[in-house]
Nanobody, 123 residues
Framework: QVQLVESGGGLVQTGGSLRLSCAAS????????MAWFRQAPGKEREFVAA????????YYVDSLKGRFTISRDNAKNTVHLQMRSLKPEDTAVYYC????????????????WGQGTQVTVSS
């Protein structure tokens, strides 16, 4: 079992930055690749970024490359999502998820989920 708890969401103006964190716990947490998804009102949950268990490989949805950066600190069992140049369309609930492979991009392929953290970007 892996437990995930997100933090760092909030209200930010267009062009601002936020750093989300996901604290992982559980005996096998470090073995899992980690990802961030987001879900806007009325829309499906979408893949944002993923990182391998070692942190050596990262994957992004093409539309967010260059603005979002995923990283992990295995010593602290924490994954981060640094978000820059935020836009109103980035407004969503952001979820942390864990899977055995970092190349998975569908929500159904992830085994564990956090409760989500709200990010709101005002125009």
């Amino acid at each position: 079992q892996v437990q995930l708890v997100e933090s760092g969401g909030g209200l930010v103006q267009t062009g601002g930055s936020l750093r989300l964190s996901c604290a992982a716990s559980g005996r096998t947490a470090r073995s899992y690749a980690m990802a961030w998804f987001r879900q806007a009102p009325g829309k499906e949950r979408e893949f944002v970024a993923a990182i391998s268990w070692s942190g050596g490989s990262t994957y992004y949805v093409d539309s967010l490359k260059g603005r979002f950066t995923i990283s992990r600190d295995n010593a602290k069992n924490t994954v981060h999502l640094q978000m820059r140049s935020l836009k109103p369309e980035d407004t969503a609930v952001y979820y942390c998820a864990a899977a055995l492979s970092p190349t998975r991009r569908l929500a159904v392929e992830y085994d564990y989920w956090g409760q989500g953290t709200q990010v709101t970007v005002s125009s």
